[in-house]
């Protein structure tokens, strides 16, 4: 196993339009992190899924914002209508189940709106 | 609510130099700690952890413990190299808070020749 995977790595878009990226979280967990980074700052939670169920979503995730883990395994993070603002670093981590164990991040996403 | 304060950045230490970053946190109730580091154009990377109070987390000379009547977990080596250049975030997973991570801010070290 070589750990979470992300792609695409970068994606550059214009304003308005539709992106989708994907996670492939380590084959034996079952939990499934979404954060965003902004330069400077620290990674923000933005959604969790425990195997396909979606758990917990952040205040702070738009309706523009969806999350997918349809089968337990690979997740999608969409964003709809892309703003300038969106531009950041998207992450995402994996970890088991049990209580006190850490994530697992993958290399991140970078997403530039033009 | 659950958050971490970090030490502000950046750090700049000359190599073999003795390095603390400072970690506060406030949680709902009984967390577990983390350190990941971030090292240019990577990914966020485990450094250590500690889950119950006076535990000491350690990896690659880096120590933190975890002390609850202070609520912190900073961080510390003894004698950086160039190669510990990076960005340093303290973090906290507290189930009774929910299930996400709470990241600090992140603190950036450069380690200078």
Known sequence: DTGVSQDPRHKITKRGQNVTFRCDPISEHNRLYWYRQTLGQGPEFLTYFQNEAQLEKSRLLSDRFSAERPKGSFSTLEIQRTEQGDSAMYLCASSLEAVMTEAFFGQGTRLTVV | ?113
């Not at chain 2, 700690?33 to 966020?44: A, I, N, R, S």
């Open chain 2, 1 to 113: 609510g659950n958050s971490v304060t970090q030490m502000e950045g950046p750090v700049t230490l000359s190599e073999e130099a003795f390095l603390t970053i400072n970690c506060t946190y406030t949680a709902t109730g009984y967390p577990s700690l983390f350190w990941y580091v971030q090292y240019p154009g990577e990914g966020l990377q485990l450094l250590l952890k500690a889950t119950k109070a006076d535990d000491k987390g350690s990896n690659k000379g880096f120590e933190a413990t975890y002390r609850k009547e202070t609520t912190s977990f900073h961080l510390e080596k003894g004698s950086v190299q160039v190669s510990d250049s990076a960005v340093y975030f303290c973090a906290l997973s507290d189930r009774a808070g929910g299930n996400q991570f709470y990241f600090g801010t992140g603190t950036s070290l450069t380690v200078i020749p």
